[in-house]
Every structure is written in C-alpha cells, then in structure tokens.
C-alpha cells in the first residue's frame, strides 16, 4: 500500500484523515511542525518533525512515499493579523518546497489543501470552477499562488497533483469562527441574525477526508482544482436557530433588523480605528457573517464521485457536545489554577 506523507498533521484537517488512511490500509508519515506538541495516533503512524520552509528537510521527509497530502498553512482567521510575508514564506514557498521534494524523491501524487477565497470574500449566486479567481486577501492570494505552482509542476514534471478549494470546514474544535459562535450563543452575546436570501457553503471534516481519499485514489484529474462543499449551501439564520436550540435555548421571539446590525458594525469599525482592538461586531466581521459564499461541488461530485455523507443540522449535537466538555475542561482548570494561587 503507498505511503502517505501528511503535512500539517496535527491541525483539525490533518487528524481525522491520518485515522482515516490507516483505517483503509495506508502507511502514514506524518509532519509535525512541533516537536514538543503530544499526537496520540495509532503505532503504525511514523512520526517526523519539520518546517514546510526548509527545502532540505522536506525532502528527507519525503523519501519513499508514493503521495503527499499537504495541508501545512499559514490559516486565515477574522482576527488575524498576519503579514503578507508570512503567508508568501508558508503558503507559497512551502509549496513549492513541497512539490521539489515530490519531483526529487519520486512522489507521483500531490492533494494540495486550498481554499475559496482565491475568489474573493463574496460570491453573488452559485459559482463553480469555471470562475475566475480573484483573491481580495494576503492569504486568497497566497492560496492563488500555490495553486499556480501546483498546476506548473503537474505540467513540467511526472507528477499528478489536484488542489482542493474549501470553504469554512467545522466540526468538533475549538479553532476557527464557529465555536466562537457558539459560545457567544450560549452566553447571550452573540445576535439573533435577521433572515436574509444570502447562503454559505461549508463543508463538514469528515467530507473533506472523503475527497481528499478519492482524490488519492482517482486515476487521473479532469482539471486541476476541484471545489469541496456539504451537499447544500447553508443560511446563516438556520445555522443560528440549530446552534441555538441545540444549546438548549428558547427559540428567537425577534431578530435583529439588518439596518441595527449595520449601524452597529459602523460604529465598531469607529472604535476599532480609535482605539486599534478588535471589536466584536465591525463591518468585516457582519459581511462575513451575512456576506453570500455559495460555490458548487459539482464537478468533484461528477467525475470523482464524491457524495457528502455529513451535513451541519446532523452535527449540531456533536459540536454542542464538544463546546460543553471543552468549557468543562477550561472550568476545572481555572478552578485549579484559583486554588494554587489561594495556597
């Protein structure tokens, strides 16, 4: 069976993939960028150490396997505040690192792990990859870039590699916007969002897995990037009334109208200029919120037969579940530290 380099390994992507590929037989190296972080995984997982930007390194990595599944990035966050050197050093040179050491050392297969903001933060309707990309962001830009090489080394070199554009992926984890929303839900902070036309695709981690599964077991790739979404686009009014009940919480008797929300997300962007913190409502973080980012996964699902099995409304419990043990685990913890600090 081939063997598998994972890079990124320790992030929510990497994790339930590398259970997966051992699952269906897969030898399975994996990277850790930090040697001190604890990975439990099972005993046939060899474990390695590395950085994307050191060419040599990767390259030893990189010996005897038969495909990478690259996931390694600098991510995006609302709050992010990386600089666009980070994301050309990570994203963009570490590919390319990435695909050197896959031509060196004979790799025959690459999955590229990119994302839909190469076109932009919004979309206006459904739009699939006969679209343009037009990243608005350091990091859309840095995405754009690495698919660019991707699809250079497939031309120049013996190698089939395919990037996989993905939107918000969620599941059980504390990183990212989404537990956030929770807990914001559950301490009453976060506002009832008025129902608007606009939807969103995301896409669940274990139907990222899937793709990513068949695209290591495809024999060849119509094109060179494929979109990955849930089944269906999602309105971010649905998304709060699921997540709202399934902390136990009465429905919404109102919402907040859209022209209040703008109104507060002016005054935020005020504050944030003011005093340079972020503010919890400013109007990046309202488009995020109610902005349209509906992308097609047609033709992954038509010529690489990918068939979402997970959808958000299915996996409220789960994530609720998840949010409940982590605040659990953050109670004890800090009720420890308390009475230490008491002695």
Not at 36 to 51: A, K, L, N, P, Q
Not at 99 to 112: C, E, I, M, P
Not at 153 to 168: C, E, F, G, K, W
Not at 269 to 292: A, C, F, H, M, Y
Request: glycine share 8%.
């Amino acid at each position: 069976m081939t063997r598998v380099l994972v890079t990124g390994a320790a992030g929510f992507l990497g994790s339930p993939l590398v259970e997966k590929l051992c699952e269906l037989g897969y030898q399975v190296r994996v990277v850790l960028h930090d040697s001190r972080r604890s990975i439990s995984y099972s005993r046939e997982v060899e474990t390695v150490t590395g950085d994307i930007r050191d060419p040599k390194r990767v390259q030893d990595i990189s010996a005897g396997c038969g495909a990478i599944v690259h996931l390694a990035a600098k991510v995006h966050a609302i709050d992010d505040c990386g600089l666009e050197q980070d994301y050309q050093a990570v994203n963009v040179e570490g590919t390319r690192n990435v695909l050197d050491a896959a031509v060196a050392s004979g790799v025959k297969r690459v999955v590229f792990a990119s994302s839909v903001k190469v076109f932009g933060e919004e979309t206006s309707g459904c739009i699939d990859e006969s679209w343009r990309p037009e990243p608005k962001t350091d990091y859309g830009r840095s995405k754009w870039l690495a698919e660019q090489l991707i699809s250079d080394y497939t031309t120049r070199h013996d190698i089939t590699a395919v990037s996989l554009r993905l939107p918000m992926v969620y599941g059980p984890t504390k990183k990212g916007n989404l537990y956030r929303m929770i807990e914001a839900i559950d301490q009453g902070r976060f506002p009832v969002l008025p129902r608007l036309p606009t939807v969103r695709s995301l896409l669940h981690v274990q139907n990222f897995v899937q793709a990513v599964v068949l695209c290591l077991q495809a024999p060849h790739f119509k094109q060179g990037a494929y979109i990955v979404t849930d089944a269906q686009p999602y309105n971010v009014a649905d998304l709060y009334d699921w997540l709202r009940a399934g902390l136990g919480r009465s429905p919404a008797r109102w919402r907040v109208p859209l022209w209040m929300l703008k109104g507060g997300a002016r005054a935020g962007d005020l504050l944030q200029l003011v005093n340079g913190r972020q503010i919890p409502l400013s109007s990046e973080l309202l488009t995020k919120l109610i902005g349209g980012a509906w992308f097609s996964a047609e033709a992954i699902t038509r010529e690489l037969g990918y068939q979402p099995a997970h959808s958000f409304a299915e996996t409220v419990p789960e994530l609720i579940a998840f949010y409940r043990k982590a605040a659990r685990i953050r109670s004890a913890t800090n009720s420890y530290g308390e009475s230490h600090l008491v002695r």
